[in-house]
């Protein structure tokens, strides 16, 4: 009777309540990485390089720009060359675990800061997940076939979230592959302000 008693307990309040919770960290974990994958899918290696070059000789050159320091034009030409090209892409549909010894720092935090390594993959729902406007997602390379006009950014796979131990920072990184070849590793780097990540 007792056992009963505690079960309809469990049934009615505990989860409920652990059930709530796990959607709100679903929740959070979207809206991390939908900020997060804005900047961690962009344009990598010799692509980048090229429009960027094209894109930084026409600034520098035109007289609009004439006052303004290399900083500042190198600046506005990365800005151009993820905004101004259309794009494709294909993406993994697992997030992916970033191995303890996949390098000791990231962007000069140390390893430690992080809070937990997961083990194994998991799955989630790409429909989730808003990309730049300019950037198509593609089921298959194939169907770069269907976007002749756009740039092919490759393959890239998204980390799991990566939380430090005060949780209010959060790291994922992406791993951007073409033709076999690795082109690209960035992480991005997000914190917690006022109840909002950034």
Not at 28 to 42: H, V
Not at 62 to 77: C, L
Request: include cysteine; proline fraction near 3%.
């Amino acid at each position: 009777m007792k056992r009963c008693i505690i079960n309809k307990y469990l049934q009615a309040f505990v989860l409920p309540i652990l059930l709530l919770n796990s959607c709100k960290n679903k929740n959070s974990d979207y809206e991390i990485l939908n900020i997060a994958a804005k900047e961690g899918i962009s344009p990598n290696g010799y692509i980048f390089n090229k429009k960027y070059n094209e894109e930084f000789d026409t600034l520098s050159k035109s007289p609009k720009y004439s006052g303004y320091s290399k900083i500042a034009i190198n600046s506005m030409a990365v800005s151009n060359v993820n905004e101004n090209y259309n794009y494709t892409f294909t993406i993994s549909d697992t997030l992916f675990t970033v191995p303890y010894s996949y390098g000791y720092s990231l962007w000069g935090n140390s390893i430690d800061n992080i809070k937990q390594y997961y083990k194994g993959n998991e799955k989630y729902e790409k429909n989730k997940i808003n990309f730049r406007k300019n950037y198509t997602f593609l089921k298959s390379e194939k169907d770069t076939l269907k976007h002749p006009d756009k740039i092919y950014l490759g393959y890239f796979s998204m980390s799991r979230i990566m939380y430090s131990y005060g949780g209010v920072q959060a790291y994922i990184r992406f791993v951007n592959k073409k033709n076999g070849d690795t082109i690209g590793i960035t992480t991005v780097e997000l914190e917690k302000k006022d109840g909002k990540w950034k």
